[in-house]
């Protein structure tokens, strides 16, 4: 067999024009010799929809309904651009997640695949049909339907190919991976060839091409991902295993995370059992802390600051109307406008230097931040959001992206 993955995003099967345009590239593969495994998102904003519809009927519905809803997108999709593909005269069967062999396990709405029976989408392939099998779900041990979190069909897709053996070709609405978003910096240059890592941390911190889980199934079964526009025939952007041709930029990508809140406190009496008290609060809130940063003063004190996603706003502030409460002394502010600007490079790995050169950015073009953190390839900012365009645009231009 000569299997491939196709994937395909909710604009690009919006509605039957769309998936008839798509049903040819997908015909055209079949013809130059593949065998091909095709997976589709539920059509435009369907989901959003139907996570509307839930809102208005329950205040508090169960995950479990929920999932039951939102997995009936795709199950549109699926049967439509069969049918397309058909009445083409291209023998095609659809197929749920169930169907396709898909088993999740995890909490509803955020399941993830533990594995999948292939045999039956191999059985249909050998047929010479192509597969349409929907993104986004799956089902679990108590033969639940389960979905795989929001932009989950990247996650279907990668699992697929990771089964099947094969590569994936993600089609979108960009011409692939940009070092930086082209909406934020038109001269943004496409890249040719990423490596897992970098993808991987590029879309955890903010880059919304690809759903992060999806990179790192990728990465742990070695799944080429060619990331490519679904409207015209360019190259795009092949995700793979770095190695050494990759152009060694020191920075590869830039992302933004936009919804960012960022909590100082200060003149909290510096004892680890209190700074340990807030963590566990916030935790126990399923409040998802970010960076931190903590400092001693030399009267007994700390100072403390830590960044959340701003979604998380109003539990946050109950946690810190407790704290204000229990230490009288502590002077608390919270600060919604800040965006989190993440460069990622390989490079870092080996290069020094990356750092000073945007301290020495930042200071020469009045850009004050917060907190800083880094991992291996990355380092992070916090800044003010009305320095966003400011900041994207003198990295990117001084890195070339
Ligand atoms: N339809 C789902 C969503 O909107 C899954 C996907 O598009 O990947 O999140
Ligand atoms: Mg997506």
Do not use: W
């Amino acid at each position: 067999m000569n299997p491939i993955v196709m994937k395909f995003g909710g604009s690009s099967v919006e509605n039957i024009e769309k998936m008839q345009a798509i049903a040819q590239r997908i015909q055209q593969k079949k013809t130059d010799g593949f065998d091909v495994v095709v997976v589709v998102s539920a059509m435009g904003k369907t989901t959003n929809q139907l996570l509307e519809l839930a809102r208005q009927a329950s205040t508090n519905p169960s995950k479990r309904e929920i999932d039951l809803l939102i997995s009936t997108g795709e199950q549109v999709s699926i049967s439509l651009l069969s049918m397309i593909l058909n009445e083409n005269g291209q023998s095609s069967i659809g197929l749920t997640g169930f169907q396709a062999g898909i088993k999740t396990s995890g909490l509803h709405t955020k399941n993830k695949i533990e594995d999948i029976d292939i045999e039956k989408v191999e059985k249909h392939l050998r047929d010479g049909k192509i597969v349409v099998v929907a993104g986004f779900q799956g089902l679990n041990q108590d033969g639940d339907i389960t979905t795989l979190g929001r932009g989950g069909s990247d996650t279907t897709a990668v699992a697929l190919g990771a089964k099947l053996n094969c590569r994936v070709e993600i089609y979108t609405d960009v011409e692939g991976i940009y070092g930086v978003d082209p909406r934020l910096y038109p001269n943004a240059k496409k890249i040719d060839m990423i490596s897992y890592e970098e993808m991987k941390e590029m879309a955890f911190l903010g880059a919304k091409v690809m759903e992060p889980r999806s990179i790192e199934i990728g990465h742990r079964f070695a799944v080429e991902i060619l990331v490519a526009s679904a409207h015209q025939n360019t190259p795009g952007t092949l995700i793979k295993e770095f190695d050494p041709s990759m152009e060694t930029k020191s920075i590869t990508g830039l992302s933004i995370s936009e919804r960012v809140i960022l909590v100082s406190i200060n003149h909290l009496p510096s004892q680890s059992r209190h700074t340990a008290d807030l963590f566990i609060k916030l935790a126990q809130n399923e409040i998802n802390v970010d960076m931190i940063s903590q400092t001693n003063t030399p009267d007994g004190f700390v100072n403390l600051a830590f960044t959340a996603s701003s979604e998380d706003t109003h539990l946050i502030n109950d946690v810190l109307t407790e704290l204000q409460k229990k230490y009288d002394d502590v002077i608390i502010s919270t600060d919604t406008n800040i965006v989190k600007v993440s460069v990622v490079g390989m490079a870092m790995r080996t290069q020094s230097g990356v750092a000073a050169t945007l301290f020495e950015l930042f200071a020469a073009n009045d850009i004050d931040y917060k907190l800083i953190t880094t991992s291996e390839i990355s380092i992070s900012y916090t800044i003010s959001s009305a320095l966003k365009e400011k900041a994207v645009h003198l990295i990117a231009s001084a890195f070339n992206l």
